[in-house]
């Protein structure tokens, strides 16, 4: 079992930045994929990355690449967002989630564990 737990969100301005983290507990954790997803309100969970169980590996969709950067401390079992030039649009609940899969997708059924979120408000 895991459990994740993110934290780091907050308001800021456009252009700023943000650094998000998820720490998880259990020794699996390690093995696992990891992805970021965000929500706002009225609309449907978005992918915005994920990273590999030992973060050979990045994906990131388009309105975000170039601008977000996923990272991993597997001796920590953290996980870490790091978003630069933030926009209005970013603004949502930015979930963590862990696969069993050693590298995952954009979709949410291939996450296994999620945490609760954590608040990222853009205002411009």
């Known amino acids: 079992q895991v459990q994740l737990v993110e934290s780091g969100g907050g308001l800021v301005q456009a252009g700023e930045s943000l650094r998000l983290s998820c720490a998880a507990t259990?020794?699996?954790?390690?093995?696992?994929?990891v992805g970021w997803f965000r929500q706002a309100p009225g609309k449907e969970r978005e992918f915005v990355g994920a990273i590999s169980w030992n973060g050979g590996g990045t994906s990131y969709p388009p309105p975000v690449r170039g601008r977000f950067t996923i990272s991993r401390d597997n001796a920590r079992n953290m996980a870490y967002l790091e978003m630069n030039n933030l926009k209005p649009e970013d603004t949502a609940l930015y979930y963590c989630a862990a696969s069993r899969a050693t590298m995952t997708g954009s979709r949410t059924d291939e996450y296994d564990y999620w945490g609760q979120g954590t608040q990222v408000t853009v205002s411009s």
């Open positions: 259990g020794p699996t954790f390690r093995s696992y994929a």
